[in-house]
Nanobody, 119 residues
């Protein structure tokens, strides 16, 4: 079974940095597109960062160069390095692995890790 597990959330001050980790197990990691999404209560989950299996990258508009997604295929791990954090970045951050096998779309979500930016 495919499992997605995030870690690294916590409380940081505005302007601080945080690195989130996501480990995927149970399948071939390199076949997945990987993404980080975030959600606050009452709001729709939004894209933070995404890297495809072909190593193309894109970020949410709010990132503004502050975040970087990276991937280590050998470690089955994707990271989200966040810098210059703002209070508006406070949210639950979720890791997602998705792929299309033949015509079937597969999507797997982690449990989420809370990021709180506050002084």
């Amino acid at each position: 079974q495919v499992q997605v597990v995030e870690s690294g959330g916590g409380l940081v001050q505005p302007g601080g940095s945080l690195r989130l980790s996501c480990v995927v197990s149970g399948s071939s990691f390199h076949t997945f597109d990987m993404g980080w999404y975030r959600q606050t209560p009452g709001k729709q989950r939004e894209l933070v960062a995404h890297v495809s299996s072909g190593s193309s990258y894109n970020y949410g508009d709010f990132v503004e160069g502050r975040f970087t997604i990276s991937r280590d295929i050998a470690k089955n791990t994707v990271w989200l390095q966040m810098t210059s954090l703002k209070p508006e970045d406070t949210a639950a951050y979720y890791c997602n692995a998705h792929r299309t096998v033949t015509t079937a779309f597969e999507s797997y979500w982690g449990q989420g890790t809370q990021v709180t930016v506050s002084s």
